[in-house]
């Protein structure tokens, strides 16, 4: 599957954003979606993911309650709002996307199969 994320940008701490990635691969409601991040100088670190239902959904501590993840089959896309934003949030943004394993197997290995292209959230104190 192939993936093209956007809607990253610059914004001031407090803000809101909404990130989005489109799929143009095939069956995309049988993929776990996710969101993970790379902040300069630093290891990837997942951020969020949804079941290929979207029934189920799990967030990094660091994101919980301030980020929600959806996805709507219809429009292959998934979706990431982010709210009251920190300058700590400031990375580049990946979507990614696999079908192998249920979505607790990502949380920690981050071992996704596609990889969209990244887009670069800045928040601004």
């Known amino acids: 599957v192939q993936l093209q994320a956007s809607g990253g940008g610059l914004v001031q701490a407090g803000g809101s954003l909404r990130l989005s990635c489109a799929s143009s691969g095939r069956a995309f409601d049988s993929y776990v979606m996710g969101w993970v991040r790379q902040a300069p100088g630093k290891e990837r670190e997942f951020v969020a993911a949804?079941?290929?239902?979207?029934?189920?959904?799990y967030y990094a501590d660091s994101v919980k309650g301030r980020f929600t993840i959806s996805r709507d089959n219809a429009k292959n896309t998934v979706y990431l709002q982010m709210n009251s934003l920190k300058p700590e949030d400031t990375a580049v943004y990946y979507c990614?996307?696999?079908?192998?394993?249920?979505?607790?197997?990502?949380?920690?290995?981050?071992?996704?199969?596609?990889w969209g292209q990244g887009t670069q959230l800045t928040v601004s104190s």
């Open positions: 949804i079941s290929w239902s979207g029934g189920s959904t």
């Open positions: 990614a996307a696999d079908s192998r394993y249920g979505l607790g197997y990502y949380i920690q290995s981050l071992d996704f199969g596609s």
